[in-house]
């Protein structure tokens, strides 16, 4: 059973363009919500993260939307440029377990 | 540099060999965790240890043994190597008292079984 669902497991954005990646969850019990960012050969890399007290955090070009009482959560990435282009993972930390669950990933590529 | 350091980066393994594979962390976080990642199966929890003396099996656990040797240190072991395992290896470490501020990955082990 996946605990967080994200999609797509793809996506293909033109230079400039907004890059949308959604996740999903089920467990109330999660309490801390990452997102990493994966070049080729890397290790996935902590880029952006979110508690479920807020409903929206903004970095630079990077943002994350959360709704609560949908269990859902996104990582918009504005003016997207080709140097974004990597896979993105969505994450959900379970305080219990010490441990994060990971969605699928998203491969990005943003097109010049 | 402060980080995540594994090693071997590349290995090539005949099935039925054996191998460990190291992780070790400067960063004084309690917990560790080994993922592997395959092509369209993001990462999965192989084992973890959420503090110095514990360790727990993750989702993939068969095949593999972990060793926290000290609070810096997780090493894990396939004992048989077989083709299943071809993957890439990442440790992480984590400082779960502060709530929990994100994984520190390593940059991963290639291992390919023949």
């Known amino acids: 059973q996946q605990q967080v669902k994200q999609s797509p497991q793809s996506l293909i954005v033109q230079k400039g363009g907004i890059s949308i990646i959604n996740c999903a969850y089920e467990n109330t019990a999660f309490d801390y919500f990452p997102w990493y960012q994966q070049f080729p050969g890397k290790g996935p890399a902590l880029l952006i993260a979110?508690?479920?007290?807020?409903s929206e955090k903004k970095e630079g070009r990077f943002t994350i939307s959360f709704n609560k009482s949908a269990k859902q959560f996104s990582l918009h990435i504005m003016d997207s440029q080709p140097g974004d282009s990597a896979t993105y993972f969505c994450?959900?930390?379970?305080?219990?377990?010490?441990?994060?669950?990971f969605g699928s990933g998203t491969k990005l590529n943003v097109k010049p | 540099n402060a980080g995540v350091t594994q090693t071997p980066k590349f290995q090539v393994l005949k099935t039925g060999q054996s191998m460990t594979l190291q992780c070790a962390q400067d960063m004084n976080h309690n917990s560790m965790y080994w993922y592997r990642q395959d092509p369209g199966m993001g990462l999965r929890l192989i084992y973890y240890?959420?503090?110095?003396?514990?360790?727990d099996k993750g989702e993939v656990p068969n095949g593999y043994n972990v060793s926290r040797l000290n609070k810096r240190e997780f090493s894990l072991r396939l004992e048989s190597a077989a083709p299943s395992q071809t993957s890439v290896y990442f440790c992480a470490s984590s400082d779960n008292r502060s709530g929990g501020y994100g994984y520190t990955f390593g940059s991963g082990t290639r291992l390919t079984v023949v």
């Open positions: 240890s959420a503090s110095e003396g514990t360790t």
């Open positions: 979110i508690r479920p007290d807020v």
């Open positions: 994450a959900a930390w379970h305080n219990n377990f010490n441990k994060f669950y």
